[in-house]
C-alpha cells in the first residue's frame, strides 16, 4: 500500500493518523467467565499488535483511547486493576517502543491520577520524546467535551489578560488549544466490539475522519481486523463537505 498523497480519494493511499477506540475487554472476559481485569490484560497484548502492525504500515500516528473521563464511574477494584495495569504496560514497554522508534505521548487530564503514575508517565514520555518514528498517543482520563472546554478556558484567559479580543476568536485559533493539535487529524477512526459510536472521544479532531466500526471484541483484534479497517477506508470518498 502506498502513502497518503493528500488527494480526496483513498484509493490505495495509507491514512497518515488512525485513532481507535478499544472496546469490548469486559465482554470479552464474560464470555470466558473470567474476571474483567482478564479482559484489560488481554486488551493490552491486543495494544502491542496494533502498534506493532500500524508501525509496520507506516502510519505516522496512532491515538489510542484507554481510558475516558467516563470509565471513573466503574467499579472501584476494576479502576484500581486498570490504573496498575497502566503503570505496569508503561515501564515495560519503553525498551520496545525505543527499539521501534515510536514516541509516546499521553493525553487527557492526568491531573486525577496519584503522583506516582503522573511521574511514571512523565519519564516515560521523555525516554521516547527523540524518536522519530511512529507517533503513539494515549488517551486517559479524556473526553472530547473536557479537550474542547479546556480550550476554551485557555483561549478566555487571553481575552480576559487583554491579549487577544473576542472578535479574534475562531476556528483556528481554538484549535491551537486542542489536544493533539501539532499532529495530523485522524484520517480513520476504528471502533471495536460493534458498538457504533464514539463515546466523547476526539469530539473536534474526527470532525471529518472516516469511521469504520468492527464486530470484533478489542483482545481479539488482529492482522486480519487491521486489514479489513484500511480497505474499508480506501474505499471511501473523502470530499471535506464538498462534493
Known amino acids: 500500500m502506498s502513502k497518503l498523497t493528500g488527494s480526496g480519494t483513498c484509493s490505495d493511499a495509507i491514512p497518515r493518523h488512525i485513532a481507535i477506540i478499544m472496546d469490548g475487554n469486559n465482554r470479552w472476559a464474560k464470555k470466558r467467565f473470567l ?3 482478564a479482559g484489560h490484560t ?3 497484548s491486543a495494544v502491542r499488535r496494533a502498534v506493532e502492525m500500524a508501525a509496520k504500515a507506516g502510519i505516522q500516528v496512532l491515538t489510542l483511547f484507554a481510558f475516558s473521563s467516563e470509565n471513573w464511574k466503574r467499579p472501584q477494584a476494576e479502576v484500581d486493576a486498570l490504573m496498575g495495569l497502566f503503570m505496569r504496560s508503561l515501564k515495560k514497554e519503553v525498551k520496545r517502543l525505543n527499539e521501534h522508534q515510536i514516541c509516546l505521548r499521553i493525553v487527557g487530564d ?3 491520577f496519584s503522583d506516582k503514575l503522573q511521574r511514571q508517565i512523565k519519564e516515560t514520555e521523555a525516554l521516547t520524546s527523540k524518536n522519530t518514528g511512529m507517533v503513539l498517543v494515549v488517551a486517559a482520563n479524556y473526553g472530547g467535551r473536557w ?3 479546556q480550550a476554551a478556558k485557555k483561549v478566555a484567559c ?3 489578560e487583554g491579549k487577544i479580543s473576542a472578535d479574534d476568536v475562531d476556528e483556528e485559533m481554538l484549535a491551537k488549544h486542542m489536544q493533539l493539535a501539532d499532529l495530523p487529524p485522524p484520517d480513520l ?3 471495536t466490539s460493534g458498538e457504533e459510536r464514539i ?3 476526539l469530539l473536534w479532531q474526527t470532525a471529518y475522519s472516516e469511521f469504520v466500526f468492527l464486530s470484533v471484541l478489542w483482545p481479539d483484534f488482529d492482522q486480519l481486523h487491521f486489514d479489513e479497517a484500511i480497505q474499508l477506508y480506501q474505499k471511501r470518498q473523502r470530499r471535506y463537505g464538498g462534493r
Open 110 to 112: 492526568l491531573s486525577a
Open 35 to 37: 474476571p474483567s481485569i
Open 158 to 160: 487571553q481575552v480576559a
Open 189 to 191: 477512526l476504528i471502533r
Open 199 to 201: 463515546s466523547n472521544f
Open 42 to 44: 488481554a486488551g493490552a
Open 147 to 149: 479537550d474542547i472546554a
